[in-house]
């Protein structure tokens, strides 16, 4: 596992230089700006007539083009790609489409570069899983060994954009994996050490925020960064949920028009806002540093964080491709940055800076958001380099973990796949998905089927019960070997059409849980059952007792 570990790990730093140059290819097309954030109102200089109202245009023209490429090769690609991730390596043995990582590279740098406020590392992530499930599947691995893979590229993608291999380690183990052993950390870190060595080689070795020493201060103020950890942990939780009531209400204007248009057509809404508040455009570091050392005022910095947030929620609604990640760090610097200013002016003697409080916020509000404490106080040390707060930090992310945990059951991650009825912590067949332990349908049987043709169709396919479809291909019954025997039986013609005698057993959808499906399939005949898309149309498996309990208690597998 080392070296597939390294060749990962080496692909995921690539992937993050090369998914770093196309946000910048983009964001200079699209804006004229290497980045529109920092540029203020400023006007495109390819397009000078249009003024500052060239960022209406952005968007719509960005989601034009990511649009129909998402929707057409990878849906996978769209929204903040960790959720996917994490629903690969607990549900689908770490399988991952290769495309994806194409797709979701384009889209999410078009996406990015024409003004969506969205961030880069929750598509890095994907990215960097895509290959190691690639890595794994060439090498053709057993779905634990290609889990690690996964985890591998995802911590490979941290690192190297970030400039931060433990982060990308603990990221890995705590988000990804959710689970610590020790062979798994030594190969995820040998990854993120690969892709971080790779990214500082082609990006340079600058940490993310360059700021003046900042300290934890006065021991009163440890009471303030217990209240700060408090406020950010709601925060936290505040951005995932209006995150998702903004896309439940894009989902309702949208229903019935065409997917592949969304982006484009919401970009619109998008472009209002950045036309209002330009801070907003891309992901916005600049406007995140200068809020990091006390760049702006109290009422702007609560202008920003608000903006943020519904411009970040927009962003996904409309279907745009982005992270969560690099949003609620904005977040977290603006709320800190505001309190840190605000809580000055009331005791000057005790606050200390606003840039500490800023750089303790931005981790506490991940920290409310992901609830992955360990990842949120190592990714602000290595994005900073200041071990002078590391005790503030560890107390208010500590606080803001707990408070996310009183107020909601979900992440901002994992709420995503329990809005698709996915819980990843259920275990036995509750945990395993009908398309895990469906096989390929049997030879379906066309209108107007002889029951003669009928019968000798099951023997060739050694099956006791064969599908029927019509003449559009959709599912419309089926036949057991039983039914057709009573028909012989009653002196029916062999010529007799098929329909006259097939029934219509409970059929089963590929997204549902094998603990719903086993009632079903042990009062069924023996034949086993369809599994049809969610309109219950397309044939798309079938179900057996056997596959069943294949996908219950997979045989062992030789190590490759």
Same mark, same amino acid.
């Given at each position: 596992m080392l070296l597939p570990a390294v060749l990962v790990g080496a692909g995921a730093g690539l992937g993050a230089v090369a998914f770093r140059w196309l946000i910048e290819? *983009? /964001?200079?097309? =699209?804006?004229g700006h290497d980045d529109y954030s920092a540029a203020g109102h400023a006007d495109n200089p390819y397009v000078p007539w249009l003024g500052p109202y060239f960022v209406l245009l952005? %968007? +719509?023209? !960005? @989601?034009? =083009? #990511? @649009? %129909?490429l998402v929707y057409r090769y990878a849906k996978e690609a769209r929204g903040h790609g960790v959720p996917e991730v994490m629903y690969a390596v607990a549900r689908q043995g770490g399988r991952i489409p290769p495309r994806v990582a194409v797709v979701k590279s384009l889209a999410s740098a078009l996406c990015i570069g024409g003004g969506g406020s969205v961030g880069r590392e929750g598509p890095i992530v994907q990215i960097g899983a895509a290959l190691g499930s690639t890595a794994g599947a060439l090498l053709r691995m057993r779905e634990e060994r290609m889990r690690l893979l996964v985890a591998c590229g995802a911590a490979g993608g941290i690192a190297a954009t970030f400039n931060a291999p433990l982060a990308g380690v603990f990221f890995a183990m705590e988000l990804i994996l959710r689970d610590f052993t020790a062979r798994a950390f030594g190969l995820v870190a040998v990854s993120s050490v690969t892709a971080s060595v790779i990214g500082r080689a082609a990006l340079g070795d600058q940490r993310f925020l360059d700021l003046v020493p900042v300290s934890a201060g006065h021991l009163a103020a440890y009471a303030l960064y217990i209240l700060l950890g408090a406020v950010a942990g709601a925060v936290g939780v505040l951005f995932s949920k209006v995150l998702y009531g903004v896309e439940d209400l894009c989902d309702a204007v949208w229903r019935g028009r065409p997917e592949w248009l969304r982006p484009a057509a919401g970009g619109i809404v998008l472009g209002a806002i950045l036309l209002a508040l330009p801070e907003m455009y891309g992901v916005g570091y600049p406007v995140l540093g200068k809020a990091a050392v006390g760049g702006? !005022?109290?009422? *702007? =910095?609560l202008v =920003? &964080? +608000?903006?943020?947030i519904i411009a970040c929620? +927009? /962003?996904?609604?409309i279907g745009g491709s982005g992270g969560v990640f690099a949003p609620s760090l904005f977040i977290g610097a603006m709320l800190g940055s505001a309190f840190g200013q605000t809580m000055d002016g009331l005791a000057p003697g005790v606050t200390g800076s606003a840039t500490t409080y800023a750089v303790i916020g931005m981790g506490a509000v991940f920290a409310g958001s992901a609830r992955a404490p360990i990842t949120a106080v190592v990714i602000i040390y290595e994005l900073t380099g200041e071990y002078g707060i590391i005790l503030p930090l560890m107390v208010a992310v500590a606080v803001a973990t707990? +408070?996310?945990h009183a107020l909601s059951r979900d992440t901002v991650y994992t709420a995503k796949l329990r809005r698709r009825g996915v819980d990843l912590d259920l275990t036995g067949p509750a945990a395993v998905e009908v398309r895990t332990a469906m096989g390929p349908p049997p030879p379906a049987l066309a209108p107007? /089927?002889? &029951?003669? $043709? !009928?019968? /000798? !169709?099951?023997? $060739?396919a050694g099956a006791g019960r064969l599908p029927l479809v019509d003449r559009h @291909?959709? #599912?419309a019954g089926s036949v057991g070997a039983l039914a057709l025997s009573r028909a012989l039986h009653a002196g029916l013609s062999e010529y007799t059409p098929v329909e006259t005698v097939r029934d219509h057993p409970p059929a089963l959808l590929a997204g549902q849980s094998l603990q719903e499906a086993l009632p079903l399939l042990a009062a069924s005949e023996g034949d086993g059952l369809p599994v049809l898309d969610e309109e219950r149309l397309r044939l798309l498996g079938w179900v057996s007792h056997r596959s069943a309990l294949l996908a219950l208690y997979p045989p062992s597998q030789p190590t490759p």
């Amino acid at each position: 596992m080392l070296l597939p570990a390294v060749l990962v790990g080496a692909g995921a730093g690539l992937g993050a230089v090369a998914f770093r140059w196309l946000i910048e290819v *983009f /964001t200079k097309a =699209l804006s004229g700006h290497d980045d529109y954030s920092a540029a203020g109102h400023a006007d495109n200089p390819y397009v000078p007539w249009l003024g500052p109202y060239f960022v209406l245009l952005a %968007p +719509v023209v !960005a @989601g034009a =083009l #990511y @649009g %129909p490429l998402v929707y057409r090769y990878a849906k996978e690609a769209r929204g903040h790609g960790v959720p996917e991730v994490m629903y690969a390596v607990a549900r689908q043995g770490g399988r991952i489409p290769p495309r994806v990582a194409v797709v979701k590279s384009l889209a999410s740098a078009l996406c990015i570069g024409g003004g969506g406020s969205v961030g880069r590392e929750g598509p890095i992530v994907q990215i960097g899983a895509a290959l190691g499930s690639t890595a794994g599947a060439l090498l053709r691995m057993r779905e634990e060994r290609m889990r690690l893979l996964v985890a591998c590229g995802a911590a490979g993608g941290i690192a190297a954009t970030f400039n931060a291999p433990l982060a990308g380690v603990f990221f890995a183990m705590e988000l990804i994996l959710r689970d610590f052993t020790a062979r798994a950390f030594g190969l995820v870190a040998v990854s993120s050490v690969t892709a971080s060595v790779i990214g500082r080689a082609a990006l340079g070795d600058q940490r993310f925020l360059d700021l003046v020493p900042v300290s934890a201060g006065h021991l009163a103020a440890y009471a303030l960064y217990i209240l700060l950890g408090a406020v950010a942990g709601a925060v936290g939780v505040l951005f995932s949920k209006v995150l998702y009531g903004v896309e439940d209400l894009c989902d309702a204007v949208w229903r019935g028009r065409p997917e592949w248009l969304r982006p484009a057509a919401g970009g619109i809404v998008l472009g209002a806002i950045l036309l209002a508040l330009p801070e907003m455009y891309g992901v916005g570091y600049p406007v995140l540093g200068k809020a990091a050392v006390g760049g702006y !005022a109290i009422g *702007f =910095l609560l202008v =920003l &964080l +608000v903006g943020k947030i519904i411009a970040c929620s +927009v /962003t996904i609604g409309i279907g745009g491709s982005g992270g969560v990640f690099a949003p609620s760090l904005f977040i977290g610097a603006m709320l800190g940055s505001a309190f840190g200013q605000t809580m000055d002016g009331l005791a000057p003697g005790v606050t200390g800076s606003a840039t500490t409080y800023a750089v303790i916020g931005m981790g506490a509000v991940f920290a409310g958001s992901a609830r992955a404490p360990i990842t949120a106080v190592v990714i602000i040390y290595e994005l900073t380099g200041e071990y002078g707060i590391i005790l503030p930090l560890m107390v208010a992310v500590a606080v803001a973990t707990g +408070v996310s945990h009183a107020l909601s059951r979900d992440t901002v991650y994992t709420a995503k796949l329990r809005r698709r009825g996915v819980d990843l912590d259920l275990t036995g067949p509750a945990a395993v998905e009908v398309r895990t332990a469906m096989g390929p349908p049997p030879p379906a049987l066309a209108p107007g /089927t002889g &029951l003669r $043709e !009928a019968i /000798t !169709a099951m023997i $060739e396919a050694g099956a006791g019960r064969l599908p029927l479809v019509d003449r559009h @291909g959709h #599912y419309a019954g089926s036949v057991g070997a039983l039914a057709l025997s009573r028909a012989l039986h009653a002196g029916l013609s062999e010529y007799t059409p098929v329909e006259t005698v097939r029934d219509h057993p409970p059929a089963l959808l590929a997204g549902q849980s094998l603990q719903e499906a086993l009632p079903l399939l042990a009062a069924s005949e023996g034949d086993g059952l369809p599994v049809l898309d969610e309109e219950r149309l397309r044939l798309l498996g079938w179900v057996s007792h056997r596959s069943a309990l294949l996908a219950l208690y997979p045989p062992s597998q030789p190590t490759p």
